[in-house]
């Protein structure tokens, strides 16, 4: 055993000691310990900017995008905004303990299925040092101990904020080694955290393509896949073109760096003269470039040829693939041959159109008449999320506290034997 793994290794198990001793706590007690470690972000902003400032330092001469740097970046301002969010998951409830079903036998045996914690759930995440406050604070609320693995443009930054986290829990009823960084910088720290099955229950993955893949199929660990997303808007032959341009420019450019922005806008032939020179307009002001196929460049000769690789491609930028389709279902045969299953929007003011999308249509998120955009946990109502699962197991989309938990069955009778 190499020393990164025995590290490793020693990491998880005290993670899964500390699981055990956080899983029966008290709504209340795991509320003191979040509301601690607001406070405590807010009192050390200062050393976590400054450390922050080292790794941004690095990101520029090793020739990050500005685009990357700025969410690399934190700011006095952004780590009170992040404190902030911890305290709003103090209000959000308690998972564990739920009781999802129940019934009495007609033997007499009392059975309950109710929720109970994950227990060591592994994070493995790239760039945005807020994610170790995020994992960390979702974790501990569902009652599970949480191992952080951050990328390493992040590292001193996750180093510090993992130090506040833990400092502030010293004074709470919440085990210390509930929340720990993962050591090491190297590659091998990820690949022994990934094979550290019995010691870690799940692992959750949060990054790119290149990262998730890696995750889901090197780990033996059980893996919650985030997703990427390849997300699609249709806008139908029966759709309001005013409505159609609205959730099309929203989806694409009210942010475009993140999973449930558009990457693909599929137009039906019958409203493609109407629509299509509006679209095309109002993207090229918004500074898109769109990868169109023969029939959307011949509306524009500013649109680029779209190639094959374009429409799998999560650009993650203001780059939008563009087709003309004869049919909704043509539409759908697009989605289901290049979606990554995250979140499609058909806009319509048809009901059957909508409703033959709707059932025609298999990924974790469909929209009617919505902008894809609102693939989100808070938008949801859910109050935060730890990720996107393009899964179907063992959650699917936004995943808040609840998707953070598994169940036992409790049984209870009266000296019963069968």
Same mark, same amino acid.
């Given at each position: ?16 000691? *500390? ?13 003191? &310990?979040?509301? &601690? ?15 922050? &400032? ?57 059975? =309950?299925?109710? #929720? ?32 952080? #693995? ?34 090491? +910088? ?10 550290? =099955? ?44 005013? =409505? ?21 806008? +599929? ?10 020179? =509006?679209? +095309? ?83 974790? *998120? ?23 699962? !393009? ?13 953070? !938990? ?13």
């Amino acid at each position: 055993m190499t020393d990164i793994e025995r590290d490793v290794r020693e990491v998880a198990e005290r993670a899964r000691d *500390a699981a055990a001793d956080l899983a029966p706590l008290t709504r209340a007690a795991k509320d003191a &310990a979040l509301l &601690a470690v607001a406070d405590a972000l807010v009192a050390r902003a200062d050393e976590i900017v400054k450390a922050n &400032a080292e790794d941004t330092a690095k990101a520029r001469e090793n020739g990050t995008s500005e685009a990357m740097i700025d969410r690399l970046t934190l700011t006095a301002e952004r780590v009170g905004a992040i404190a902030d969010a911890v305290r709003e998951v103090t209000e959000l409830p308690d998972p564990v303990g739920e009781v999802v079903r129940g019934n009495v036998l007609p033997n007499g045996l009392e059975v =309950r299925q109710v #929720r109970v914690p994950l227990g060591v759930i592994g994070i493995i995440y790239e760039g945005r040092p807020n994610v170790t406050v995020d994992a960390a604070a979702l974790c501990l609320k569902s009652g599970n101990a949480a191992l952080l #693995r951050g990328s390493s443009s992040a590292y001193s930054s996750n180093t510090v904020i993992t130090d506040v986290i833990r400092g502030a829990l010293e004074g709470t009823e919440v085990p210390v080694d509930a929340v720990q960084m993962v050591p090491g +910088l190297s590659r091998d720290s990820v690949k022994h955290l990934m094979r550290a =099955r019995g010691l870690v229950d799940v692992l959750i993955p949060r990054g790119g393509a290149s990262l998730i893949q890696t995750v889901v199929n090197e780990s033996t660990v059980p893996v919650i896949e985030t997703g990427t997303g390849n997300c699609h808007v249709y806008v139908d032959e029966a759709a309001d073109l005013d =409505r159609a341009l609205a959730i099309t420019m929203n989806s694409k450019v009210q942010r475009c760096s993140v999973c449930n922005t558009a990457e693909t806008l +599929l137009v039906h032939a019958g409203v493609a003269d109407a629509f299509l020179p =509006r679209a +095309l307009a109002a993207l090229k002001e918004a500074g898109v470039t769109v990868h169109g196929d023969e029939r959307v460049r011949g509306y524009d000769d500013a649109v680029v040829a779209a190639t094959e690789e374009d429409w799998t491609t999560e650009y993650l930028s203001l780059d939008l693939a563009a087709r003309v389709v004869d049919s909704l279902d043509e539409a759908v045969a697009h989605i289901r041959a290049y979606s990554s299953s995250h979140t499609e929007a058909i806009v319509t003011d048809s009901q059957s159109a909508a409703r033959r999308f709707v059932s025609r249509v298999d990924s974790a *998120a469909v929209m009617v008449n919505a902008s894809t955009r609102f693939t989100d946990g808070g938008e949801f109502g859910f109050g935060a999320e730890i990720g996107i699962s !393009t899964q179907k197991l063992h959650a699917r989309g936004p995943m808040g506290l609840p998707e953070m !938990t598994s169940t036992k069955y409790v049984v209870t009778g009266e000296g019963h034997v069968r």
